[in-house]
């Protein structure tokens, strides 16, 4: 069974750090990509950050470059995303996704094919 589990999400205050992680099970993780998307209150999916296969590359959205960091641990089957000098605008529900190619750090949501269910994350102002 593919799956995508993430957590770490929660509220806090702007300035503050939370750090989310994706545990994947089912599938050969060292075989793809790995991203994470931010969706806000109305508006779409957004691309945050993605990964190579191996952590050799990585893509951020302007937005949070600098703050963000994407990392992984492929004993581990899990990616993570630690957020720094968080602000009320990153506020949204926090989603891995499964690239469609070992190296692809595209933004678009088409390079992506599987995804987790997410996790809030709250920063107050």
């Known amino acids: 069974q593919v799956q995508l589990v993430e957590s770490g999400g929660g509220l806090v205050q702007a300035g503050g750090s939370l750090r989310l992680s994706c545990a994947a099970s089912g599938f050969i993780f060292t075989s793809y990509a790995m991203g994470w998307f931010r969706r806000a209150p109305g508006k779409g999916r957004e691309f945050v950050a993605s990964i190579t296969w191996s952590g050799s590359s990585t893509n951020y959205a302007d937005s949070v470059k600098g703050r963000f960091t994407i990392s992984r641990d492929n004993a581990k089957k899990t990616i993570y995303l630690q957020m720094n000098s968080l602000k009320p605008e990153d506020t949204a529900i926090y989603y891995c996704?499964?690239?469609?190619?070992?190296?692809?750090?595209?933004?678009?949501?088409?390079?992506?094919?599987?995804w987790g269910q997410g996790t809030q994350v709250t920063v107050s102002s």
């Open positions: 996704a499964r690239g469609v190619h070992s190296s692809a750090l595209g933004p678009a949501d088409n390079d992506y094919g599987v």
